[in-house]
T-cell receptor
Framework: SQQGEEDPQALSIQEGENATMNCSYKTSINNLQWYRQNSGRGLVHLILIRSNEREKHSGRLRVTLDTSKKSSSLLITASRAADTASYFCATVLKTSYDKVIFGPGTSLSVIP | DAGVIQSPRHEVTEMGQEVTLRCKPI?????LFWYRQTMMRGLELLIY????????DSGMPEDRFSAKMPNASFSTLKIQPSEPRDSAVYFC?????????????FGSGTRLTVV
């Protein structure tokens, strides 16, 4: 089974609305990362949050981490059509800190 | 920096043929990863290198797959012989210090179709 799983699998919202994606994982982590993948392109790293951090911001992105619940959320505020992409949660385990394990992703559609 | 460079972008080959995918990581990055992406299985880590040395190849599906990193600026992933089920997008990524401090930088991928 997957180390990290995103929820929902797919999300469709109107431009200007906020989008929230969740990630749950099973094993203790060193850090958790979020990536974006536009159709037909490679993944782009968005943000990294360490296990001792609870919240992190980057522009319109807000990431939270709750290690007691083994979960994270990615909030995109004031979404734009250009935010349409797949978003992946990725974990770096404490026991294997040099590799990143990706979840199945959330497909976000932002309708203009 | 031009980023992680992969070639070719697309490859169509017949079953049984040898396929070689190429990757040039970002200069100065000490880790290189090969991933495979399919709709059914998502992103799978195949193998990764640290300072040109293979560290973990447990994700390589079969002996038909092999990977090399002869120097810090070049890596190959070879499939011999290729099969239709190998059809996927193959990504190369590089990073500084593995995943513990920085994220990965991905290439644009190679879309492989085996007919």
């Amino acid at each position: 089974s997957q180390q990290g799983e995103e929820d929902p699998q797919a999300l469709s919202i109107q431009e200007g609305e906020n989008a929230t994606m969740n990630c749950s994982y099973k094993t203790s982590i060193n850090n958790l990362q979020w990536y974006r993948q536009n159709s037909g392109r490679g993944l782009v790293h968005l943000i990294l949050i360490r296990s001792n951090e609870r919240e992190k911001h980057s522009g319109r992105l807000r990431v939270t981490l709750d290690t007691s619940k083994k979960s994270s959320s990615l909030l995109i505020t004031a979404s734009r059509a250009a935010d349409t992409a797949s978003y992946f949660c990725a974990t770096v385990l404490k026991t294997s800190y040099d590799k990143v394990i990706f979840g199945p992703g959330t497909s976000l559609s932002v309708i203009p | 920096d031009a980023g992680v460079i992969q070639s070719p972008r697309h490859e169509v080959t017949e079953m049984g043929q040898e396929v070689t995918l190429r990757c040039k990581p970002i200069s100065g990055h000490d880790y290189l990863f090969w991933y495979r992406q399919t709709m059914m299985r998502g992103l799978e880590l195949l193998i990764y290198f640290n300072n040109n040395v293979p560290i973990d190849d447990s994700g390589m599906p079969e002996d038909r797959f092999s990977a090399k990193m002869p120097n810090a600026s070049f890596s190959t992933l070879k499939i011999q012989p290729s099969e239709p089920r190998d059809s996927a997008v193959y990504f190369c990524a590089s990073s500084l210090g593995g995943g513990q401090n920085y994220g990965y930088t991905f290439g644009s991928g190679t879309r492989l179709t085996v007919v």
